[in-house]
C-alpha cells in the first residue's frame, strides 16, 4: 500500500538535528531540549499512525513510500523507498519509544553540558540514520542509515574529545566498523551478481538464483557471509566486538540509546530482514548461531571481573546480542527479534540506571566503592531490580520468554539438517544456557555491589548521595514496565502474538514441543536462580569471604578475565604494530621525501634556479641580446645543414667476399667514406660511396674499420666491427 506518511518518521529528527546544528548555540537550554524531544516525539507519532495502518490488507506486503530515484546505472536502478512492514514496524516503534525516553532522560543528565545543543543535535541525527537503517526498502539505502549510525556513533562516543581517551574510543569504534562495512559491500556485490537487483522483496523473492557454485560452495553461502561480517562489527561479535565496551566513553545516554536498544541490534535486524538469503546458505546460518554463541559466552566470563559499572553492562550487550544472533542463526528469527525488543526495554532501563548511579555518586562508576544505594536511591534501586531480574531471565519478567524462546528453538532447529554440522543446534543450545549462568553470576554481582550492604564510598561522596530527579527517574519507570510486561508479546504457544505478526517478514515461528518448551523453561529458570544464588553468596552485602579467597587464590587468571583476556593487546600487536611500521615507512619516504622534498619543494627549487638563469639573461643590454641572436641562428644553421650521422657499420659476408655499408643516411656531396677491411691502418677503399666490397685471400678473423669525413664542418665518425671469413 502507497503511503506518503513513512518519510516523515525519519524527517523529524532529521529536521531537529539539522536545527540544533544551525541555531542551537544561540538557543536557551529548555528550546533545545523542546526541539529535540519534539523531533523524536514526532517521529514517533508517525510511526504509530504508519504502523495502526498495517492492518490485515496491509499486513503481508507492508507500506512503502517511494520518495524518489536515487541513480539509475545500466541494469541498476536504486529508489529512495521506505517500506514498513511487521519487521520494520516493530523496530521504528522500539528506536521512537525508547529514543523518546531518552532524549527525556538526558535532559537532566546533560543538565550541566556547556554544549548540550550539540549533543542532542547528534541524538537526533542518529535516530534519523538508524530510521531509514530500519526502513530502507533497498540494500543500497539501508547501507546509508547503517553508515550514518556509525557516524553519528563515532560523533557521540567521542563527545567529550577534550580527554584522548575518549577521542580515542570514538576512533575505534569507527575503524572497526568500518572493517565489517567493507563485508557488507561485498556482500551486497554478490546479491547483485546474482539477481541484478538491490531491492530487498526482490532479493528475498529470488532465493533460488543464490544455490549457483561459487569457490567450492553457493553464492548464497558467500554473499550471506560478508553481510555477517557486516553484522559482527555493528553489532559487536566476535573478533569485531571490540569497540563497544571502549564505547562506554560517551555520555551514558548515548550508551543506552546507541548500544543498547538500537543501533547494535543492526546487525540482527538486518540478518532477520534477509532471512530468505539466509535460508538457502544453511552453513553460514551455522556460522551466525556458532560465533553468536561463542560471543555471548565468552563476554560473560569478561563480565565477571569488570569493576566499572558501565563495562559489566557493555560486555552484557555484547553478551545478549550473541543470543539474539543464535536466534537468528538457528533460523528461529522471531525469537531473535523478540529478544531485541525485550532487551531494548531492560539493557536501556540499566544503563540509564548506571548513569543515575553515577549522577548520585558524583560521577563515579567504580562499583568497588559503592554499596548500600538500596535505601539512597529507591526510585533507581526499583528499576534496576525489574531490569535485573530481566536480563537474568527470572519468570515473569520479559527477558525470561525471550532467552527461553532462542534456548528451546536452538535446541529444536531442523535449520542445519542435510550439513556437515546437523548437531550444531544442540552445541550453540548448551553454549547459550552456560552464557545465561554467567549473566545470571555477574549481573547479580552488580546489583548486591551496587544496592546491598553498606557504601564503600569515601565520606565526601556519600554525602552527595541522593535520587536523581524526575525528568531521569520517569523514563526510568517507564522502562521498567517495559522490561516487566514486554516478554507477555511473546509468550509460547497460540498467545504469542508477535511471532504471529512477524510471520509475514521472517516466516513461519519455529515449532517447538511443548514438552521440550516446558523442560527447557524449568531449566533455564533453575539456571538463572543458581547464578543468582552463587553471586550472593561471593558477594552478597559487598564482598564475602568466598570472592576474596577465590581471588587471593587465582590472582593471574582473576587479573587475565579483569583485563578482557587481553585481545585488545594481542589486536594492537598484531595489526597496530605491524601495520605502524610500514605506516612509518611509507610516511617517511613517500610523504616526507616524495611528495615533500621532490614534488614539493623540489619543484619550487627548479623553478626557483631557472628564474635565476632567465633573471640573469634578462639584463636589458642589447648588445648581449644580438650575440645570444647569433650564437642560435648559427645553432640552427649548423643542426640544419650537418648531414645525419652514421650509427652502425653494417657486414654482408659471401664466402671471401665481404660488403661493408655505414647507411644510406650518411650519402651527401661533403662527405668521403674510407674503409679499412684487413686492420693495418691503412685505408682500402675510399670516396664518396657508403657501400664498398672487399676480396680476402684467406679465411680469418678480421676487423673492419670505417671512417666517415665531413669535409664541410671537418668532422669525422669511426665505425667498428669484426668479421670471420671462412
Known amino acids: ?37 519534539t523531533a523524536i516525539a514526532g517521529a514517533f507519532i508517525a510511526t504509530v499512525l504508519a504502523f495502526s495502518r498495517l492492518h490485515e490488507a496491509a499486513h503481508a506486503t507492508g507500506l512503502t513510500d517511494h520518495v524518489w530515484t536515487w541513480f539509475s546505472s545500466g541494469s541498476l536502478k536504486v529508489d529512495v523507498t521506505l517500506r514498513m512492514d511487521a519487521l520494520s514496524g516493530v523496530m521504528c516503534l522500539i528506536i521512537t519509544f525508547i529514543g523518546t525516553l531518552i532524549h527525556i532522560y538526558s535532559t537532566g543528565y546533560m543538565s550541566h553540558e556547556k554544549d548540550h545543543a550539540r549533543f542532542f543535535s547528534y541524538l537526533n541525527l542518529f535516530c534519523g540514520a538508524m530510521l531509514v537503517l530500519v526502513l530502507g526498502d533497498s540494500l543500497p539505502v539501508m547501507f546509508v542509515g547503517w553508515e550514518g549510525v556509525g557516524l553519528c556513533s563515532y560523533l557521540l562516543i567521542g563527545f567529550w574529545y577534550d580527554v584522548k581517551a575518549n577521542a580515542d ?37 529470488a532465493a533460488a538464483a543464490f544455490t549457483a557454485p561459487l569457490w567450492g560452495q553457493t553464492i548464497g553461502f558467500w554473499a550471506a557471509l560478508f553481510l555477517f561480517i557486516g553484522a559482527c562489527g555493528k553489532s559487536a561479535q566476535i573478533p569485531l566486538y571490540v569497540w563497544l565496551p571502549d564505547a562506554m566513553a560517551g555520555p551514558t545516554p548515548v550508551s543506552a540509546l546507541i548500544h543498547a536498544a538500537t543501533m547494535v541490534t543492526a546487525g540482527v535486524y538486518m540478518v532477520a530482514r534477509m532471512h530468505a538469503l539466509f535460508m538457502v546458505a544453511p552453513l553460514a546460518l551455522a556460522i551466525v548461531a556458532l560465533v553468536g554463541a561463542l560471543t555471548a559466552l565468552f563476554a560473560a566470563i569478561i563480565g565477571f571481573a569488570q569493576n566499572d559499572f ?19 542463526g538457528t533460523a528461529n528469527f522471531g525469537s531473535g527479534v523478540f529478544h531485541l525488543m525485550t532487551h531494548a526495554f531492560f539493557k536501556a532501563g540499566l544503563f540509564l540506571c548506571a548513569g543515575s548511579v553515577m549522577h548520585a555518586m558524583s560521577g563515579s562508576g567504580d562499583i568497588t566503592k559503592m554499596g548500600g544505594l538500596k535505601k539512597l536511591t529507591p526510585w533507581t534501586h526499583g528499576v534496576f531490580l525489574v531490569c535485573w531480574l530481566a536480563i537474568c531471565g527470572v519468570p515473569p519478567f520479559s527477558g525470561f520468554f525471550s532467552k527461553d524462546a532462542i534456548v528451546a528453538g536452538a535446541f529444536a532447529t531442523h535449520a542445519f539438517e542435510g550439513t556437515s554440522v546437523p548437531w550444531m543446534g544442540s552445541v550453540v543450545g548448551v553454549m547459550l544456557l552456560a552464557a545465561a549462568l554467567c549473566t545470571a553470576f555477574y549481573m547479580s554481582r ?74 527447557l523453561m524449568a531449566v533455564s529458570t533453575g539456571v538463572a536462580a543458581l547464578g543468582i544464588v552463587l553471586a550472593f553468596v561471593f558477594y552478597g552485602g559487598g564482598y564475602r569471604d568466598p570472592a576474596i579467597r577465590f581471588a587471593q587464590s587465582m590472582p593471574g587468571f582473576v587479573q587475565l578475565v579483569r583485563d578482557k583476556f ?48 632567465t633573471r640573469s639573461l634578462q639584463t636589458g643590454d642589447s648588445q648581449r641580446y644580438l650575440a645570444g641572436f647569433a650564437i642560435g641562428v648559427a645553432a640552427l644553421v649548423y643542426i640544419a645543414t650537418r648531414p645525419p650521422q652514421p650509427h652502425e657499420l653494417r657486414l654482408k659476408v659471401e ?72
Open 655 to 726: 664466402g671471401t667476399i665481404v660488403e661493408a655499408d655505414v647507411g644510406t643516411g650518411a650519402v651527401g656531396g661533403d662527405i668521403l667514406y674510407e674503409f679499412d677491411f684487413d686492420g693495418d691502418g691503412k685505408a682500402d677503399r675510399s670516396g664518396k660511396t657508403p657501400v664498398q666490397r672487399f676480396v680476402y685471400e684467406g679465411s680469418g678473423r678480421y676487423t673492419i674499420t670505417a671512417v666517415v669525413r665531413d669535409t664541410k664542418w671537418d668532422t669525422s665518425t669511426t665505425l667498428v666491427k669484426k668479421v670471420t671469413v671462412k
Open 566 to 613: 587481553r585481545v585488545d593487546e594481542m589486536y594492537a600487536f598484531l595489526i597496530t604494530w605491524l601495520v605502524k611500521r610500514p605506516a612509518r615507512l611509507l610516511f617517511w619516504v613517500v610523504d616526507r621525501f616524495l611528495i615533500d622534498k621532490v614534488l614539493v619543494h623540489g619543484s619550487a627549487a627548479v623553478v626557483d634556479v631557472a628564474g635565476r638563469l
Open 1 to 37: 500500500m502507497e503511503t506518503r506518511l513513512l518519510h516523515l518518521i525519519p524527517l523529524f529528527p532529521f529536521a531537529g538535528a539539522l536545527t540544533l546544528f544551525l541555531f542551537g548555540r544561540g538557543m536557551r537550554r529548555p528550546n533545545v531540549h523542546l526541539v529535540a524531544i
Open 446 to 519: 552488580l546489583y548486591f555491589l551496587v544496592f546491598s550492604g553498606e557504601s564503600r564510598a569515601d565520606d565526601e561522596t556519600k554525602r552527595h548521595i541522593h535520587e536523581s530527579p524526575m525528568e531521569m527517574v520517569g523514563p526510568l519507570v517507564v522502562l521498567a514496565g517495559g522490561a516487566l510486561l514486554s516478554g507477555f508479546l511473546g509468550v509460547p504457544g497460540s498467545r504469542n502474538w508477535l511471532a504471529h505478526w512477524l510471520e509475514p517478514s521472517v516466516g513461519p515461528e519455529l515449532h517447538i514441543a511443548p514438552m521440550t518448551e516446558y523442560a
Open 169 to 205: 574510543a570514538g576512533k575505534k569504534a569507527f575503524i572497526t566498523n568500518r572493517v565489517g562495512d567493507f563485508g557488507f559491500l561485498l556482500g551486497m556485490f554478490l546479491i547483485f551478481q546474482a539477481v541484478g537487483t538491490l531491492d530487498i522483496p526482490s532479493v528475498n523473492g
Open 310 to 328: 558501565k563495562k559489566v553492562l557493555a560486555y552484557s550487550t555484547v553478551s545478549q546480542l550473541g543470543f539474539m544472533f543464535v536466534g537468528v
